[in-house]
Every structure is written in C-alpha cells, then in structure tokens.
C-alpha cells in the first residue's frame, strides 16, 4: 500500500475511532485525524512486527484496517490523558 493509501486509511481510521470514543479533544478534528494517520502507521507497525502479520498491500484487508483504527484508539486514549480537556 502507497504512503497516500497510509493517509487515507489513517483518515478514515481517526474518524472511527472519533465516533467509537466521543468526547471533546484537545485539538479538535485536526488534532484527531492526525492522531489517527499516526495510529495507522503505529498499527500496522506493531500488527507487523509483534503480532506477525505482515501488512498487506490489498487497501480491504480487515487486518489492516482493525490494526488501524486500534492504533488510532490507543493513540487518542494516550493524547487525552496526556493533554486532558484543553478546551475548558
């Protein structure tokens, strides 16, 4: 998969994992989706190296996608405790 394939995938990971975890961020939509885009890259990193799945090059595979969008959860999880509510 292309680095613009990582890009969009990461979108649309963060957005997910937005509505799966809703509450206000510091950073707002920005901050979130490139959270997600780093979740991407971390996901497929670790679904790589420790769990011993290769990523693939197919944009469908489920895998990948739940690699993402579980690296974009841990990643937003993490900036929220970190940073907390900014916005107050």
């Known amino acids: 998969m292309s680095i613009i394939g990582w890009i969009i995938l990461g979108l ?3 957005i997910i994992a937005k509505v799966l975890l809703p509450g206000r961020d510091p950073g ?3 901050g979130t989706t490139l959270i997600g885009v780093a ?3 971390i996901g497929g990193w670790i679904s790589a190296h420790w769990l ?3 990523v693939t ?3 469908y595979d489920g895998a990948t996608w739940a690699a993402a ?3 974009s959860l841990v990643l937003l999880i993490a900036y929220r405790i ?3 509510n900014s916005r107050d």
């Open 52 to 54: 011993h799945h290769p």
């Open 57 to 59: 090059k197919n944009f």
């Open 69 to 71: 969008i579980g690296g």
């Open 39 to 41: 979740g991407a890259f």
């Open 28 to 30: 707002g939509f920005i």
């Open 12 to 14: 649309v990971a963060g």
């Open 82 to 84: 970190l940073f907390g």
